[in-house]
C-alpha cells in the first residue's frame, strides 16, 4: 500500500466497513487498521483468509461479521456486536454495492428490489443503527460510498445509478438531521477503480481507452487511491466538512 497521511484520532476509533474483506472496501479495511483503528467489516463470504493476512501484516487484526446486508434484522446485530467488541462505532463506511448491469426493458420487481436492498436500503438501515451509539458518543463520521456513474449519465445499469443519486439526497438529509450531535454524514464517489472484479467483469481495453481519455489525470484508480480520502472524511480533520459529495475520480470530464 503507498504511503498514507497519519491521522491521530483514528487510532483506537471503533470503524464499521460493509464489504471490507474485498475490492476497494479491503483497502479501506487495511487503511483504517494501520491507523490503528478497531475494524469491524460485514460481507456474504468466508473472510479468515483476509482477516489473517491483515493481522500478519498489520498487527492488528479486523472482526469479521459474516452477514448479508439485504438482512436487515442481521445488519443491525452485527453492528451491535461490533459495537459491544470495539465501543461505539464512531465511523461508518457504507461500501458494499452490487452494480450488476441490466437493461432496462429486462428490469422486473424482484430485481429492482433487490437491487435497491444493497445499494440504497441497507445504507439507510446501517446509518439508522449507529447514529443513537454516535449520538450517545458525543460524535461520529458516516461516509456512504456512491459513484460517478450517475452524474456521467452512463447506462447499463439504472437500478444501481438511481440508488447512486438516492444516496446523495440521504447524505445530505441525514448531514443536516444529525449535525447538531457532531454526526457529519458525506459522500464518496469513485471514478472508474480497477479491481479484480471490475477488470474480470468490465473492464474491456476499448472500455478503459475510452475512460482514460476523459479522465484529466491519465491513470487508472486503484483501489488504495480511495484510501486517503476515506480516512480524511472518518477523521476530525475534516471536522468542518458535512452533507458533501467528495469525486475522486481522476478529473472526468462529463460531456453531452
Ligand atoms: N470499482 C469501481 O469502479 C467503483 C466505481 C464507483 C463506485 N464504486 C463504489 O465503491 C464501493 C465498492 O465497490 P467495489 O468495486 O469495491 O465493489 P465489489 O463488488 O468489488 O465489492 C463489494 C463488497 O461488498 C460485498 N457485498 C456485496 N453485496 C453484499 C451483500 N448483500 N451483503 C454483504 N456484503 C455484500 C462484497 O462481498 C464485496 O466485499 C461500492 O459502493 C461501489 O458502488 C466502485
Ligand atoms: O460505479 C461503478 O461501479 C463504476 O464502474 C463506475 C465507472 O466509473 C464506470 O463504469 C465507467 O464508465
Not at 110 to 128: G, H, P, T, V
Not at 161 to 178: D, K, Q, Y
Request: glycine residues 10%; contains cysteine; proline residues 4%.
Amino acid at each position: 500500500m503507498s504511503d498514507t497521511a497519519i491521522f491521530p484520532d483514528l487510532k483506537g476509533a471503533s470503524v464499521f466497513i460493509t464489504g471490507g474483506g474485498s475490492g476497494i472496501g479491503a483497502a479501506l479495511s487495511e487503511g483504517f487498521l494501520r491507523q490503528g483503528a478497531k475494524v469491524a467489516f460485514v460481507g456474504r463470504s468466508d473472510a479468515s483468509a483476509f482477516v489473517a493476512r491483515m493481522e500478519a501484516e498489520t498487527g492488528n487484526p479486523p472482526l469479521f461479521i459474516q452477514c448479508d446486508i439485504t438482512d436487515i434484522p442481521a445488519l443491525k446485530s452485527a453492528i451491535e456486536q461490533a459495537a459491544e467488541a470495539h465501543g461505539p462505532i464512531t465511523t461508518l463506511v457504507n461500501n458494499a454495492a452490487n452494480d450488476q448491469r441490466h437493461a432496462t426493458l429486462d428490469v422486473d420487481e424482484e430485481f429492482w428490489d433487490w437491487a435497491q436492498a444493497i445499494n440504497l436500503k441497507a445504507y439507510f438501515f446501517a446509518c439508522q443503527a449507529v447514529l443513537p451509539g454516535m449520538q450517545a458518543a458525543g460524535g461520529g463520521s458516516i461516509v456512504n460510498f456512491t459513484s460517478i456513474s450517475y452524474m456521467m449519465g452512463n447506462s447499463g445499469y439504472p437500478a444501481y445509478t438511481t440508488a447512486n443519486a438516492g444516496i446523495n439526497g440521504m447524505t445530505r438529509s441525514l448531514a443536516r438531521e444529525f449535525g447538531a450531535d457532531r454526526i457529519r454524514v458525506n459522500a464518496l464517489a469513485p471514478g472508474w477503480v480497477l479491481t479484480d472484479k471490475q477488470l474480470d467483469k468490465w473492464a474491456t481495453p476499448e472500455a478503459l481507452a475510452a475512460h482514460l481519455e476523459r479522465q484529466c489525470l491519465k491513470d487508472h484508480l486503484a483501489p488504495q487511491d480511495i484510501v486517503g480520502s476515506t480516512l480524511f472524511l472518518a477523521s476530525a480533520t475534516s471536522r468542518m466538512i458535512t452533507g458533501q459529495t467528495l469525486v475522486v475520480d481522476g478529473g472526468v470530464v462529463v460531456t453531452g
